[in-house]
């Protein structure tokens, strides 16, 4: 990946959360500290991803922890990618880095039944 700049960070947040300038900043700090979080816990998440995977997926987590939830479909369509790259992102986000969403962690541990016939993401959907 490329180098991501606070400044690409508030650019895509901008979209998203359009004409909600003060949303779009507060949500720009709060990825920007778990980015650089996650990047010192452990760099090679990163490697051979792209800004709008890293991004995605984040910006989904972070919308619903801090109650401002865009849709998949809304975020992708902001950042130009699709559904499919936000789950796949956000996944990976709540796999790797759990301590970011201790909500989420603790109601998947609550809840996950490795016989579900739906797996183990069906758990984390019904959260998210």
Aim: contains cysteine; proline residues 4%.
């Amino acid at each position: 990946m490329r180098r991501l700049g606070v400044v690409d960070v508030l650019n895509y947040s901008s979209k998203i959360w359009k004409g909600q300038e003060h949303l779009a900043e507060m949500v720009t700090t709060e990825t920007v500290r778990i980015l650089r979080k996650a990047h010192e816990k452990e760099p090679t998440f990163f490697q051979d991803k792209n800004k709008k995977w890293v991004l995605g997926g984040l910006f989904y987590l972070i919308g619903r922890k801090m109650n401002v939830t865009k849709t998949q479909k809304h975020i992708a369509r902001c950042l130009n990618t699709n559904g499919t790259t936000i789950r796949n992102s956000y996944l990976e986000w709540l796999r790797h880095f759990p301590e970011f969403w201790p909500e989420a962690t603790t109601h998947l541990e609550e809840k996950f039944d490795e016989k579900s016939p739906l797996g183990p993401h069906s758990r984390v959907d019904k959260f998210l």
